[in-house]
């Protein structure tokens, strides 16, 4: 399963976050989610569970179609 960039960017833009306010919020670090934003990096499951609660969406709203 992979996040679509490009609903990770909107959701990331309508919560109004820093990169390090969600980082600190989904538990994730920095490097990783850089990484997961640059498609460098395929988060595990609970990872993108974290990133999906810390923005208030559901993880179907982050993830590509078809994943």
């Known amino acids: 399963m992979k996040i679509d960039n490009v609903k990770l960017e909107l959701a990331i833009a309508s919560r109004e976050m820093k990169l ?23 988060p595990r499951l609970s990872t993108i569970g974290r990133i999906a609660k810390a923005l208030n969406v559901d993880v179907q709203d982050i993830i590509q179609e078809g994943d």
């Open 20 to 42: 390090k306010d969600l980082c600190a919020e989904a538990k994730v670090d920095e490097t990783a989610l850089r990484n997961i934003r640059q498609g460098k990096r395929t």
